[in-house]
């Protein structure tokens, strides 16, 4: 099943092919749960299609990679733009046997990650939240927050 969603991925996900049906239909096969006109742009890269729920009017721009080796959940009307990294795992670098861990994440409804933010395993962003260009957000936030890189903000206060 890797194998062929590799090869259905690589094609239809091109930058040579512009249609958004096609890589809709494509992760839909596959078993991702999208809804109503959703938007994904060439270039996007989403590990298992089986482990993506996005909600309707959403929007995942040119490069985001979506590394879900645990459930993804994006919200409505949501944004992940250009080169947005969502990622569900990571080692455990104290371990001697390295092992691998992961976590799901939570992308709440009217949410936008600007370009180049990275989510780490684990994390849930709550409702009409920004993650600002090139944040790296390691913890949860609460719905309305406004994260930027180095601090995240609660309705204008520092949320540390």
Sequence with gaps: M????????TIAFARAVPFNFLRVAALRVFGASLGRAVVVK???????PWRL??????????DAWIDNLDDVVIGSNTCISQG???CTGNHDWKAETFDLMTAPITVGDGVWIAAKAMIAPGVVIGNDSIVTL????????PARSFCSA???LVHGRDAR
């Design 150 to 152: 180095g601090q995240a």
């Design 53 to 62: 729920r996005v909600g309707d009017h959403s929007w995942i721009g040119e």
């Design 84 to 86: 947005a990294y969502l």
């Design 2 to 9: 890797e194998l062929l969603w590799l090869i259905t991925a």
């Design 42 to 48: 060439p270039g996007v890269r989403v590990k298992f």
């Design 134 to 141: 090139g944040c790296v957000l390691t913890r949860s936030v």
